[in-house]
Structure formats: structure tokens, C-alpha cells
């Protein structure tokens, strides 16, 4: 049996906070504010693959060397995404807000939190098949400098193929999955072209502020991970950022109902989880 | 000795359950009294990409509140909450939920293990934990932090048990610190949680 060492002991959650305190001191990435158990259990499987048989082990090595710092940000991150992951969000924007954005004459979209970019080029072919990706600009961001760059190289695993491309089309594709990539060495290499009007960037919901103004933002399954004093913060970014009646999609399980922005939004695809400025 | 749950030392009950298991529960949620003082969190394992429909299958046959758990709600007693598809189902220090996205464990999202492991750090002792039927190993990691951390083992029967996999990698995980006991056994024990002792 395999099970984390010193989990879920105390002293493991005595380290655990130095720990977030240290990388927050150190590096300037601040957790301080993220759902602990969660957390926990992706530190004890980082102790378990970086061989550190305590917390402050991994302290120690982590504050010595950016390298295996860079190293625990691939667990602490969660870099799990998923093309069109619940269709129905992406057919509720390509049948009810595809018609209102198509009135602006250029559109900005920030998807915040875009792990390895699944989620990108959803959006993109979503909106090259509306007649929009020509007029977008999408920022993409995330915390995780190695996510990022993944997403930009747009090379997923083939063996991921069926359940990108069976979403896909459950969430009203209109061509054939395959038109989009070339299939090369098990990898699945998405259309260049698609990531034409993408700038990806390093942007914490944590610590950073505002750096445009946009009519929709996505952000899925990032806020399940803040407490709500961070949710808070983060919902107070996207009002700013949004446009008078701009839109907000978040995940399945996400909602502005029970946060301090709640009054400044209306619920647009009660289902799908998109909302809207008022 | 007949096993017993004392619903005034018990803070809540950690359900698992993967094939076969909707019958399975259908045998056990239904016994649970209406005043059961402690809330009852249960995972099952269903297809991710579709509404579980869990809560609308076993509201009208069990007397308690039932629903699927919202991230950062507090964990109430007296009511029975079920793992959303798609994501797993953690409780916090201060017993509340939360959900995540992670990587499935066992194929599972889902997964037992994450709710048997952070319920057993929230809750120690003063956990139940249940596991049932499932043709996988999901469970018995999780299973093993609830017994470490004193909490109550039972595991169906593997006998009785529509596939006996889950149970048995469970029993291999925690050895004789479960109570073994087919569904009715385990039913009659949950009959028992109530607050007010029984005439
Ligand atoms: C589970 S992924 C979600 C990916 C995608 N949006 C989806 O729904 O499939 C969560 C992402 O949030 C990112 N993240 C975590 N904290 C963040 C923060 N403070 N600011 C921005 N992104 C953050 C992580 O790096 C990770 O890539």
C-alpha cells in the first residue's frame, strides 16, 4: 500500500503552512489562500516523487533551487484539462453568447487559468467556425510557466483524441475534429492558425492585477481550488476586466451566487454557469 | 460481540461504493433514521460526463436531506450528500467541501480514496467509514488512513458483495481493523444512528 508519509499527521500540517509561506517569501507564488486538504494531498505525492521523506525536506530543497521549486509547481498546480470538457458550456456559447459578441466590432477574451490549453483551443475553433476568431484577441494565463508553454506548443496525445473529438461534438462542432490537427508520433499537433490571436502570459489571480479590459472572460475550474476570500479577489478582477454586459463562464460547479460581486452579476446560462455584468 | 455505531461519539459517515453499488446502497441509505444526528458524504462511481441523477434516485426513499455536494458547503448533519461526477469530493479541516479536478485515481472521479482520506484527517476517530461493492481498488488507501486515524472500518461482506474486488483490496489494506458484514447487518447498524435512543 502506498500511502503519503506523515499524511495527515499534524506536523505535516504545521510544515505545510511554512511551507506556502516559504514559496510565497521565495518566489512570490502565493497558495496562502488555497483549499488546504487539496493541497495536502498533492504535497504528499510531490514528497513521494521527489523523495523527501518530510515537509521541511522538501523546504529545504525547494528554497535552494528554483529548479525543483519549478519541480513542486507541477503538483501544487493541477495541470488537468480537457478539450470542450462539459460540452453544453461551449454549445451555450456558441448559441447564446456567439450572438451577442458577433456585435462588436473586435473582441478581447481572458481565459484565466488555462493549464495546458485545452481550453484555448476549444474557444479558438469555437470561434473560427462563428466567423469570429479573426476579430479576437485571446489572452491565455496561468501561474505554471511549464503549463503555459504546453499550451503553446498546442501537442497533445493522440490517445486523448476520442474524448476531445466525441465533446466536440457534442458541443455543436461543425466540421471534422481532425480538420484541426495533424497526427504525428502519438501526438495529436493542433493548427497553428488557431493560436494566431493567442497571447499566452504568466498572470496570477493571486497576486496580480487587471492588464485589460474584455467582453468575456472563462475561467473553469480554478476557483474550486481558492478559499473565498481568494475566490473574492479574483471575482473582483473579472468585473473589472469586463465590459459593461460582459460575459463570465466558469465551471460546472462554479458560481458568483455566493460572493461579494454576486449583485453585480445576473445569471445568463443558468446550467452552463455563464453569467453577466449588469 | 454485535457491532454498534454510537451516533454520540460519531461526527460522520464516508460511503464508497462502485459496481453494483447503486444497489447496494438501496439496501443501506433507506435504514438511516430521519433524526440521524451526523451527515453521510457517499461516492459513487458513474460515467463523468453525464448528471448522476444520484439525488433523485434515492431522495424519495430515504427520510434525510439529499443532494449532491457544492464546493466550500458546509457539511451538514442529517443530510446525505453524493460526489458530483467528474470531480472529486474532499472534505476540509473546517468540514466543509471542497472539489477538484485532479488526475482520476483508480480510473475514478470520483474517487473513494480522496474523500476516505480527507475525511479521515477532518474527522479522525469520530469517522465511519463504508465500503462496498466495485470491481476496482478504490477505497482501501483511503480506507487505511481511516483505520490509522482510529476511525470505524466496515466493508461489505465480499461473499455477499456484487463484485467482491473493492472489499477484498479493502480487507488486504486494513486487515482485522474492519468489521465484515453483509448488507443487512450494515443496515441494522445505520438503523441504530439516531438521536434519540430507540424505544
Ligand atoms: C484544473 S486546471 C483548469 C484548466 C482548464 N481551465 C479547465 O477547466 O480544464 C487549474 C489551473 O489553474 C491554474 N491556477 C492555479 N492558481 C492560479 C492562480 N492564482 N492564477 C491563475 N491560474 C491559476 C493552475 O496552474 C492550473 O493550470
Redesign the pocket.
Known sequence: MNLPIAYPDSDFDIELRLLIEGIYLKYN???RN?SPASLKRRVAHALAQMECTTVSALQDRILHSPQHFLNL?QF???????MF??PAYFLAIRDKVVPILSTYPSLKIW??????G??VYSLAILLHEEGLLERTLIYA????PH?LQRAEDGIFPIEHLKLFTANYLAAGGKRAFSDYYTAAYGSAIFDRALRRQVTFAD??????SVFSETQFV?????L???NRE?QDR?FALFRESLCHRGFLGL?SKETVQFSAVSDQFESFARHERIFRKR | MRPRLDPHRLQALVIGASAGGIDALMHVLPALPADCPIPVVVVVHLPENQPSLLPEVFGPRVDLEVKEADEKEPVEPGTIYFAPPGYHLLIERDRTFSL???APVHYSRPAIDILFETAAAAYGPTLAAMLLTGANEDGAAGLAHVARLGGTVLIQDPDEARIATMPLAGLRAVGDQATVLPLASLALMLRALRTKESR
Do not use: K, M, Q, W
Not at chain 1, 498572470?203 to 496580480?208: K, N, P, V, Y
Open positions: 507564488y502565493d497558495f488555497y509547481l501544487l498546480t493541477v495541470p488537468v484539462s480537457e470538457r462539459d481565459i484565466a487559468g488555462c493549464s495546458t485545452e481550453e494565463t496561468d501561474i505554471n503549463s498572470h496570477s489571480l493571486a497576486t496580480d472563462s475561467c473553469r475550474n480554478v474550486i481550488y481558492f481568494l479574483a465551471g | 477538484s479536478v485532479e
